[in-house]
């Protein structure tokens, strides 16, 4: 930075500058603030199920195929079947056999709020054992 003096000779006028040393640091601040900040606005979870590989059971129980479409249509079997129906379908299946087993297929694009509500229909049904069908994975 340059200065002019104040001794008596009056020769030299003072210069005008700007000070580089504060915006430095508050550059150097604002570039450290968005270091840090940026990975954490770029944060997501990337969710894409189902595929899994697993073995499947040796013994056979009864087994009920719900399926859930992507436009959140519920099929018992092949059969279509509303929400209500398909706690007394299972119910009933539930009665039957004590070992009744649930397979869900549910799209991809469906609800979880209909997976969840199946679910639960499910299990006031008596039905413990419940299992998503998923397509194999690689290995």
Known sequence: MA??????????????????????????????????????????????????????????????????????RIFLGSDPIDSGTLETRLREAANQDANVELHLKADRDSRYESVAETMSAARRAGIGKIGFVTQPGEK
């Open 3 to 72: 200065m002019g003096s104040f001794n008596g000779t009056g020769s030299q006028m003072p210069t005008a500058e700007i000070n580089m040393t504060p915006l430095v640091d508050v550059m150097l601040v604002l570039l450290i603030i968005f270091m840090i900040t940026a990975p954490l606005m770029t944060h997501s979870v990337k969710v894409d199920l189902p595929r899994a590989a697993s073995t499947p059971t040796p013994e056979k129980p009864m087994t009920l195929q719900v399926s859930i479409t992507a436009d959140n």
